[in-house]
């Protein structure tokens, strides 16, 4: 068997994205209409912890973990270096997003 060499953290990575996946399919079986500013621009997915880069853009924090990995330090959208100190959660859309998310559940 041709296994291809996976090391631990991207097995997390893929786990974990896959879960907000879940999450994101079951709450558009109760809710299509998810907003737009909740849905991360490169992965499309429900985002549950966002992250605002330099260049103003928002993405889930899984999704710039796999940017970092696979990139490093580069800004996808403006495809320049940052450090850790550049990039800030964004509190307020993640609270709005988990009072959507509890609202959705009812």
Known sequence: Q???P???SLKYTFASLANQ???TEQLLLVDNNIPDEFVDSLTCILMTNPIILPSGNIIDKKTLEECIRR???IDPFSRTN???SE???DLELK???NQW???RRK
Do not use: A, M, P, Q
């Open 82 to 84: 940052f450090t850790e």
């Open 87 to 89: 990039i800030r959660e």
């Open 21 to 23: 996946i879940k999450e």
């Open 101 to 103: 998310i509890i609202s």
């Open 71 to 73: 990139d490093g330090y």
């Open 95 to 97: 609270s709005r997003i």
């Open 2 to 4: 041709n296994k291809l």
């Open 6 to 8: 996976c090391d631990e």
